[in-house]
């Protein structure tokens, strides 16, 4: 089953900063409350994920830089282009975001009308790289539907096999009322950006970002809603922003907001 396949049945339907915890962080020029993830080489540029720290020493945002110049390349006879980057361990260890998957697909995928652009995945995973690579579409646990974030629908239409719908190293993909005109019936026309809600194993697992590289090429800020978050005991953002740095010519991919949740 792969991610094609997922959007045509979708068609179908507070810890302080310490000294220990800065030992294994670099710092970025932002100030000493803002530590350095990983970096990797994604779409001829290099993207970067970084932890802001608030006064009262909690993660207050994080997120991931991306240079224009890889929301323009085009890669090499259209591949798919992905990378995976750890986010700060103080972020890992108090927050729900674990690692960034970010991938760019230079062709789009099904349903065609809708998604058939280039765009950008951008997966907040909660589990580790490990955990989410594990991912084998073999459990189709579903959580109860009555817990599912108002405003978005079950990963799993109604009558359609949970396999069907489930993407190997991902898992469910649920979707927000607001890309249906009726039900099962998706919207007219291209998408611009979209937030999207993960599961498996009958478990929330991700928040998920998706925007067409049309949306910024427009070199404007956006955001969008963000679910609520499941009821375990950790600190789970509230917002999400894309803010465009016209200086540095990037954008700032950001989660903020971040609130108990137990």
């Known amino acids: 089953m792969d991610r094609h396949d997922l959007w045509h049945a979708a068609a179908r339907t507070g810890m302080l900063l310490g000294t220990a915890l800065l030992g294994g962080c670099s710092m970025l020029g932002g100030g000493p409350q803002t530590l350095k993830g990983e970096s990797g080489s994604f779409n001829g540029a290099t993207v970067s994920t970084w932890a802001r720290m608030g006064p009262d020493g909690q993660v207050s945002t994080l997120g991931f830089t ?3 110049s890889a929301v323009n390349h085009e890669p090499m006879a259209g591949h798919h282009q992905s990378v995976t980057l750890n986010f700060p361990k103080v972020a890992q260890d108090s927050t729900f975001i674990n690692f ?5 697909m230079p062709q789009g995928h099904d349903p065609l009308g809708r998604y058939g ?7 907040y995973h909660h589990l580790t ?10 459990d189709a646990t579903q959580g109860d539907p009555s817990k ?11 009558g359609v096999p949970p396999q069907d719908v489930c993407v190997p ?4 993909h649920a979707l927000p009322l607001t890309e249906f005109k009726a039900p099962g019936e998706m919207k007219d026309g291209v998408f611009d950006q979209v937030m999207i809600a993960g599961y498996y194993g009958g478990k929330f697992i991700f928040v998920e970002p998706m925007v067409s590289r049309a949306a910024l090429q427009r070199q404007a800020s956006f955001s969008l809603p963000v679910p609520a978050g499941p009821a375990q005991a ?15 010519q990037a954008y700032d991919f950001v989660l903020g907001g971040f609130k108990p949740v137990q």
Do not use: R
């Open 100 to 104: 960034l998957a970010l991938d760019f």
């Open 148 to 158: 599912v974030p108002a405003g978005w629908l079950p990963p799993v239409p109604p």
């Open 169 to 172: 190293t991902m898992g469910y």
């Open 66 to 68: 991306l240079p224009m």
């Open 234 to 248: 950790t600190l789970y953002p509230t917002t999400f922003e894309a803010t465009y740095n016209a200086s540095t």
């Open 117 to 123: 652009t280039p765009h950008f995945d951008v997966h």
């Open 129 to 138: 790289k490990a955990q989410v690579q594990a991912i084998d579409c073999k």
